[in-house]
Structure formats: C-alpha cells, structure tokens
C-alpha cells in the first residue's frame, strides 16, 4: 500500500474499479463542476474510502459508479471492461443508500432477495442466500418483519444484507453509519470491516468523519471542491500530508513557518534543524510545516540546546490525555497534546510559566503550501 | 417518513403545550352556536329526504307510518333499474379511464427531468376543475351534436368521454400527491438491484402507487355517479342515469320514490368516499 513504490503490473491487475479522468458539470444558470478530472484506481478487496467536506463531490463520484448518473467527460472501467455506458442494472456493483431505502412494501427477508430474485436466480437459491445473510448480519430473527417496523441499527443491516447478497464485485456505501448513534456506530464500524474480509468484496465507503474513515480504511482519498488531493494509506494521510487543506481536515495539526535548506527545515520559533524529505515540488526557501499535537512534549524550565521556549497560554484535561496551548517565542500558537498514562500532565507549569518544547526527530513534514 | 409528516393531532398538540394555556377555538363565545347551525343546515334536508323515502304515504308532507313500498316500487321500476345500471356503467367506464390516464399524467408530471411547459401541462390537466360545468356542458353539446350527425353514431361513448374528460383532475390530485410523497431513491435502489426499467415500475413504483390508485379511481367514480349537469347536455333520448331520470321525475308528481333512489345513492357515495380516505391516508 505503499504510494511511493511505483505501480507494478501485478498491481496494475489488482484494480477493480478503474476511475478515468471523470469530470462531471451538472448544467444549468451556475453550472456546478462536481467532479473534475478526476483519476483513481480502486482495488480488488480493498476498503477504500472518498473522505471529504460536504459538496466536495463524494456522493457524485459513488453515483457515477453505480450507474445513476453518466460522467460529463471520463471513463469507467471495471475490472478492465468499460462499463461507463451501462445501466445501473447491468453492472455488478451495488448500493447501500445514505436513508437506506428499503421498499416499504416488503418484508426483511423479501427485500434482502430482491436483487437475486430480478437476476432471475431460483427460489431455493435466493431463499438459502437471504438465510445466509440473515445469519451474516445477525438478523434472522426478523426475517418476516415489515422493514417499518425496525430499528436504524436494523434497517443499516437490512440495506448492507440486501446490497451483499447478490455478490457484487464492488459495493458503494454512502455515509451509511451517518444516522446511527455514538455507539451503534462503533460496533457497525467493526461489523462493516468484518463483513468486509468475510466477503472479500471491494468497498467503496463515503464518509465526512475523519476517524471513520481512519479506523476503517486500507486507503482513503481525501477530496475537496471535486477534486482527489492524496491518495493514500491512513498512515500516509496523517503522517505525511501532502497538502495543508489534508493535514488540517485530518486530525489535528499545528502549521509553523520555518525554511527548508539542503533536506533541512529550521523554523522560525527555534529549535535547531529537523532532517526531512520534502515533496516533490517543494524549493528551498520559506515553507510551511505540519507538527502533530501528539508529537510534541512539554516541560517546565529554560531552554537547552535545540528546545523551543515556549509560554503557557492554557492546559485542558481529557481524560486520557492533556492538551497544552502553548504561544511559541515567534509568537506563533502551539498545541502539544500528552498522554496521561507516562504522567505527562502532572508536573506541567501552570497557565503564563515559561515551558520548553520538543519536537520528535521525524516529526516535522514539510507541507507543498 | 409516514408518521413524522402526519400534522400532530389535536390532543398531541394540546399535551404538549403549557398547562392550561393552550389556544382552544372550543372557547371562543359563540363557538357551539355556530357549530350546530351549520350542521343543522348541513344536515337537516338529508335526514327529511331519508326519513321520509320511508313514509307509508305518497306524499312528502305528510307522515303516514314507516314502510319499504318506496324501495321496493323504485327497484322494480324498470326505468329506474336502466338508469342505475347505465350509472353504474358509465362511472366505471370513466372512472378506469381516467385513472390509467391520469396515473400516467401523474407519472409523466413528477418522473421525467423537467421539461419546459410542465407547469402548463399541469394546469391543462386541472382544465375540469376551473372552467364552469356548464360552459363545459355546453361546447360538449355543440360539438357532439356534430359529431353525431357527421357520423351518425349514438351511443353511450359521448357520455363517457365526457365523463372521462372531467374526472381526470380528480383520479389525478391523489395519484400525483402519492408520487410526489414517494421516496424516489426506492426507484433507484431498485434498478441498482438488477431490476428492469419494466420491473421497477411493476415491483416498486405501482405497488406503493396502489393506495393512491384507488383512491384516485373511487373519487373518480362518485364524481361521475353523482353528476347532473354534463350528463344531462350530453345524453340522447333513453340515455338517462339515475340523477338525470330523477330530475325528470322531480318536473312531473313527486313521490318518495325520488327520496328512495336518493338514498341508495347517498349510502353508495358514502362508502366509497370513506374508502377514498382510508385509501389515500396510506394505511403505512
Ligand atoms: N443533481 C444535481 N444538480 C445540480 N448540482 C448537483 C446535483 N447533485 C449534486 N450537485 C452539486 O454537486 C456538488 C457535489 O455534490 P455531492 O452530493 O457529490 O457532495 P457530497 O460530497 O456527497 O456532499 P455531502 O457530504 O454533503 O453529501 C455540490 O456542489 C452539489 O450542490
Ligand atoms: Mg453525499
């Protein structure tokens, strides 16, 4: 999953759902360019998410894949073969819409074989299939429920049964844990990612909750304004953002101004010179860096050596860690986040006491602007 | 989705305001007053007219005991037995052509793109509710007369297209108000399910369509049972239903005959507009 390693041939074939360059304009008075030029190749049994701002397009993009919208200008592949021109019906790809959408009309198990039953599969064959993922997704005890009479945690089941069943190659999941609770949501997570590895189905997962996508991801892209700015591992994504726009939509990040000289950042705060590996892209000069909270600690005292002096500003306690706001002597804000289990937060200097910073060696990355 | 669009009902709105302070119209001075005028108004004729299509006598003065003769004098009747059954014919003719036309329209206005003139579409569709009966009644007269003699043709089928005609709009409100209130990812979902263009339409949209169907075809057909005017332009000599036999009675001896037919009509009417709102509430 590494994304600097060029794409060999053997991972050429792995793609499933190959995105080619899809643009998509919705016409009208202010026509809106929802996708643009976008390029992804998603591949066979991968979890991979579209995370993204609202109206960045995730939902657009899931759409043309299915087939309920054609691409103004791009192509679609699917295990090599062109499926741009196909009905929604006709490609092997199913949905599990944001409201569920579960007809009304019919009872759990009949919505759970509808797919099967209009792919003209035999009774019995769509009967043993519903009792399979009835059990897959712990649910046979309400198999001849009215889908009104369920729950939200029921029906996110009944919606993921009904879009596993016939098998498809790829299947598109939008915000799908979007109206469940705090605590559904976790344990669907885990069940989303079992079902996943049981199945061996690509997933293709839409999210705005950066932890979601995070914790359930082998790869995610993170969009904006239609467009896919990083591909990448989680790791990849939070460690080394390409972009600010990333690095501040994913976690929590400290920017600080510094300059880049010979594979070497200096910023402007102090702190001596972090060895790292600028993007391509990237001259030497002034930049921007990224420092996570959690890659930072905080200590009472003066300066030594390479340390940044810092000031207090406030110390917020959270349980399993504290948050330390801190103005650095370059007059630039800072937050060191500690854990609290090596007792980090408990000999820290109160509010407006000098401090000292120090920042993990590989710790800084330099973002492109 | 059902339940959360339901309008709160009465005790629900009042519970859930303060102690007490809730805004009640029961209060307002004069209120009962009002209330029972207008049901007396309402009310009071038909309660006579049913009361006396029971009268032991012949006359809608005078009450001489309670008795069937009427009823039975009425069902004999073999102009009566005619009428009703040429009512009952054309309110089915008309009522089923006018609901496949009108689920169409209905249909064609809320599942295609916009296409420009849809609003216009709309409102031609509605023509029967806005333009005067009578003005309607009149051109159908001109015109079939016409028709008549350059074809020659007379039967029943002027009656029914009329009749088709003007109980478009109302097989068409309740259908278009089912489909706009029809989550169309349902739809969507299906075809992503595999199902045809055809299938989703006989699997999906038609059976969630249904309650509306119906609705829109019973009110389609008291519509058409009900109605004087058009008819009674349009219809040739031996042509008459059962409102214009009992209109031509009514300029001749009077008898509570009128009041019996009268009321197996009203009783008819009844029932099927109770049906139109269990149907059309949706039963979800
Ligand atoms: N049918 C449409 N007609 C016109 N514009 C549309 C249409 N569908 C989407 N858009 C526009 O395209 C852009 C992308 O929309 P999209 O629904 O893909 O966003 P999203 O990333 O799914 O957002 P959210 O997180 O809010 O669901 C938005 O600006 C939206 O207004
Ligand atoms: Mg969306």
């Not at chain 1, 594979?263 to 060895?275: D, E, N, Q, R, Y």
């Not at chain 2, 300029?251 to 009041?259: H, I, L, Q």
């Amino acid at each position: 999953m590494d994304m600097s390693t060029p794409v060999s041939e053997a991972a050429e074939a792995q793609v499933a759902i190959d995105v080619d360059r899809v643009s998509k304009i919705f016409p009208g008075e202010d026509a809106v360019r929802a996708l643009d030029d976008v390029s992804v190749g998603i591949r066979r049994n991968e979890f991979f998410t579209l995370l993204g701002p609202s109206g960045c397009g995730k939902t657009t993009l899931l759409r043309i894949i299915a087939g309920f919208e054609p691409p103004t200008m791009g192509a679609l592949r699917l295990d090599g073969t062109d499926i741009s021109r196909l009905a929604p019906d006709q490609r092997p790809i199913n949905t599990v819409f944001q409201n569920y959408a579960l007809f009304p009309h019919m009872s759990v198990a009949r919505n759970i074989g509808f797919g099967l039953e209009m792919l003209g599969k035999p009774k019995r064959e769509v009967n043993e299939t519903v009792d399979r993922m009835l059990k897959l997704v712990q649910m046979e005890a309400l198999k001849s429920r009215k889908t009104s009479a369920l729950s939200g945690g029921q029906q996110q089941r009944v919606a993921l049964a009904r879009a596993l069943a016939p098998h498809p190659r790829v299947l598109l999941l939008d915000e799908p844990l979007s109206a469940l609770d705090l605590k559904l949501r976790k344990e669907m997570q885990i069940e989303l990612k079992r079902l996943q590895s049981e199945t061996g189905i690509t997933f293709i997962f839409v999210t705005h909750d950066q932890e979601e996508a995070l914790t359930m991801s082998d790869r995610i892209a993170v969009m904006r304004d239609g467009r896919i700015l990083q591909i990448g591992s989680p790791r990849d994504i939070y460690q080394r953002p390409a972009e600010r726009f990333v690095a501040n939509f994913i976690g929590e990040s400290n920017f600080l101004d510094a300059t880049l000289s010979a594979g070497h950042v200096t910023l402007k705060a102090g702190g001596g010179a972090f060895a790292v590996t600028a993007p391509p892209g990237v001259a030497d000069g002034p930049v921007s860096v990224l420092v996570r909270p959690e890659h930072a600690a905080v200590r009472a005292g003066s300066p030594a050596g390479d340390e940044l002096p810092a000031t207090i500003r406030n110390v917020v306690y959270s349980g399993d860690a504290t948050t330390i706001h801190l103005e650095l002597g370059s007059g630039e804000l800072f937050k060191a986040k500690m854990s609290n289990s090596t007792g980090g937060g408990a000999t820290l200097p109160s509010q407006g006491e000098p401090a000292v910073v120090t920042i993990a060696p590989g710790a800084v990355t330099v973002l492109k602007d | 989705m059902a339940e959360t669009s339901l309008p709160a009902t009465p005790e629900s709105a009042a519970a859930a305001a303060p102690r007490g302070r809730a805004y009640n119209a029961r209060t307002l001075p004069g209120f009962a007053t009002v209330a029972i005028c207008a049901f007396v108004i309402i009310y009071a004729p038909i309660i006579i007219l049913v009361v006396f299509s029971f009268n032991a006598g012949t006359t809608l003065a005078i009450w001489e005991g309670f008795s069937l003769r009427w009823y039975a004098q009425a069902a004999a009747n073999e102009q009566v037995q005619g009428a009703a059954i040429r009512s009952l014919y054309l309110a089915g003719s008309a009522a089923t052509i006018a609901t496949v036309a009108a689920t169409m329209a209905a249909l064609a206005t809320t599942r295609t793109r916009r296409f420009p003139g849809r609003t216009m579409i709309y409102a031609l569709i509605n023509q029967p509710l806005m333009v005067p009966e009578i003005v309607t009644a009149v051109a159908l007269l001109i015109v079939f007369a016409w028709v008549k003699v350059a074809t020659g043709h007379n039967s029943m089928i002027y009656l029914i297209a009329a009749h088709t005609a003007f109980c478009i709009p109302f097989a068409y409100l309740p259908i278009r108000a089912r489909l706009e209130t029809m989550d169309m990812t349902l739809e969507v979902a299906a075809s992503d399910l595999y199902a045809s263009k055809k299938q989703v339409f006989t699997k999906i949209t038609l059976p969630l369509l249904m309650p509306g169907i119906i609705a829109g075809y019973m009110l389609a057909f008291v519509i058409s049972l009900d109605d004087v005017v058009i008819t009674e332009f349009v219809k040739s000599a031996g042509q008459d239903t059962l409102p214009t036999y009992m209109l031509g009675q009514l300029r001749r001896v009077v008898t509570p005959e009128v009041n019996a037919i009268s009321t197996v009509i009203l009783l008819a009417g009844a029932i099927l507009v109770s049906l139109f709102f269990w149907f059309s509430r949706g039963r979800e």
